[in-house]
């Protein structure tokens, strides 16, 4: 089973930017859907960003779209968030998330259709 380890939160000020990395050591992730979730306590998970394995296809939270894009380097077996324009809003926990199974367009951004996790980053916004 791939193993998902996540790198790159920290604390920035507001408007400023941060690249979360998702590293899946050894596992060729072209035939993976990939995905971005975060959560804050008392909040439930919410998918940020994804990406599907068929067709590269995107797709991103409202909130964050046009400020944070997915990416995927294989050569490197990772994933990237670039997350742009940060808001107070955007601090948590940020979570890489992975399936093997295909999801149509409506499935990518939903918790329980990935089976494969991260321990997550802390990504903290603040003055």
């Known amino acids: 089973q791939v193993q998902l380890v996540e790198s790159g939160g920290g604390l920035v000020h507001p408007g400023g930017s941060l690249r979360l990395s998702c590293a899946a050591p050894?596992?060729?992730?072209?035939?993976?859907?990939m995905a971005w979730f975060r959560q804050t306590p008392g909040k439930e998970r919410e998918g940020v960003s994804c990406r599907r394995s068929g067709d590269n296809n995107t797709r991103y939270l409202g909130s964050v779209r046009g400020r944070f894009t997915i990416s995927t380097d294989r050569t490197k077996n990772t994933v990237y968030l670039q997350m742009n324009s940060l808001k107070p809003e955007d601090t948590a926990v940020y979570y890489c998330a992975a399936t093997r199974r295909s999801l149509i367009a409506s499935q990518c951004l939903v918790d329980i259709e990935y089976d494969t996790w991260g321990r997550g980053t802390q990504v903290t916004v603040s003055s």
């Open positions: 050894g596992t060729s992730l072209g035939r993976y859907q």
